[in-house]
């Protein structure tokens, strides 16, 4: 029997994906060793250049060892064709043909099968290896357009999936013993829009579900937290961390990159969600077409108002097909990296001063060991590194007792 080893890149939403693929695959053994596999299954990002450019850099490294490679994911949208007709690689797969996986693999030649991006998953997912915690997708796509992003044109328009199936789904994970979820998706806020409910409604669901500790979220936008969100803020289950993607802080550049959000309501926003103790990240992208230094110099005064703890900021990557591509880069790469640094030291420092005002009983699911100290997050999604005799992995943890140091905190027990 051939052996399929499965490659993921990039979100969440991907490592949902990947799993749900497994199920799919029945002729075939599933292995977790790269180098015996006859073909590789390769589930991919496309959000940045150097997403694509990784992407591209394991297909090639797989063909040397003479495996087989099957592209899925974003990727498959964005790049299939090209890495089809030029690359030689053995299929691409879109998104809608997953539950095919086994019958194209079986095909006698070479596939490229995209199928539509209007496909809802049918399927759930009961069970993840090596993972402590367990993903659920809950909705697919994203109706914003946004002038740097390709994602809603690699994934389609906004989609909610059937919440009596989240619901179902959600049970038997925790009845197989995933005490904590992370509910994901393209644009996760927008969940219900087209079925008359909300995340919010979806999530009080979700907290009656017995045997669930934590709830983590995927990122939402400012605009999304609404009534039936705000009144599950203060539940003991949801997580104290919340992703809300800002994508810049300066008024003028949310214009030029058609964003939905204004920035002085964001920080009302900010300001409200943590006097209620949340810890809270953001998205940031410096080195916009754009971004002089003037509407930098706007964002940064308004970036250091916000009480956040967590960023994802990275350099502007130009895609293609995309509004912003058209646009000139007038930001060098070496000012671009210099404001992502400033960023990032910024949120460091606010981290570190979150963490000392919160001195509170952890909450912290130990996810590994690593060398000698296991490691986990806490309900802010901080880091804390742990040191013990036994063994603790996969163990829920309440911790009084840790010391706070500058990039995170440490417990013995």
């Known amino acids: 029997m051939q052996k399929v080893f499965f490659k993921t890149f990039g979100c969440r939403t991907n490592i949902y994906d990947t799993e749900l693929m497994k199920r799919y695959i029945k002729d075939y053994e599933i292995t977790n060793d790269e180098d015996s596999a006859d073909i590789v299954i390769i589930n991919s990002c496309t959000v940045t250049n150097s997403a694509d450019s990784g992407v591209r850099a394991y297909i090639n490294s797989v063909r040397r060892r003479g495996a087989k490679v099957v592209l899925t994911g974003c990727g498959a949208v964005s790049k299939g064709k090209e890495l089809f007709d030029k690359n030689g690689i053995f299929g691409v797969i879109g998104a809608s043909e997953k539950a095919n996986i086994n019958t194209l693999l079986n095909s006698q030649g070479r596939f490229f099968e995209l199928g539509n991006l209007k496909s809802i998953d049918r399927d759930i997912v009961t069970n ?102 705000r009144e599950i803020l203060n539940e003991p289950w949801l997580e104290k961390h919340l992703h809300i993607a800002l ?136 880091k804390i590194k742990i040191k013990s005799e036994r063994d603790i992995s996969k163990e829920w943890l309440w911790l009084k007792d840790y010391e706070i140091e500058e990039e995170l905190n440490y417990a013995k027990i």
């Open 128 to 229: 993840y290896e090596n993972h402590t915690k367990a993903f659920i997708k809950i909705q697919e796509g994203c109706n914003f357009s946004c002038s740097y992003c390709i994602i809603p044109s690699v994934r389609g328009k906004a989609r909610s999936m059937d919440e009596q199936n989240i619901l179902n789904e959600a049970k038997i994970l925790s009845q197989n013993g995933y005490n904590e979820l992370v509910l994901t998706g393209t644009n996760i806020g927008s969940y219900g829009k087209d079925t008359g409910s909300s995340l919010g409604a979806l999530l009080a669901n979700l907290g009656k579900i017995s045997g669930i500790k934590r709830i983590r979220l995927g990122s939402i936008e400012p605009s999304q937290i609404d009534d039936s969100f």
């Open 247 to 382: 994508q810049h802080t300066s008024e003028r550049m949310l214009r030029i990159m058609r964003r939905r959000n204004e920035a002085l309501r964001d920080l009302e926003l900010f300001y409200e969600l943590s006097e209620l103790g949340f810890a809270l990240g953001t998205d940031y992208i410096v080195g916009h077409p754009g971004e002089s230094e003037e509407i930098w110099d706007e964002g940064l005064e308004n970036f250091k108002k916000f009480p956040l703890t967590h960023l994802h900021a990275f350099v502007y990557s130009p895609r293609f097909n995309t509004h912003s591509a058209t646009m000139k880069v007038d930001v060098s790469g070496d000012i671009a990296k210099v404001r992502l640094n400033t960023l990032k030291e910024i949120t460091r420092q606010k981290n570190l001063e979150f963490r000392k005002q919160h001195k509170v009983e952890l909450g912290v699911l130990v996810e590994q060991k690593n060398n000698e100290f296991y490691e986990g997050f806490d309900q802010f999604y901080n």
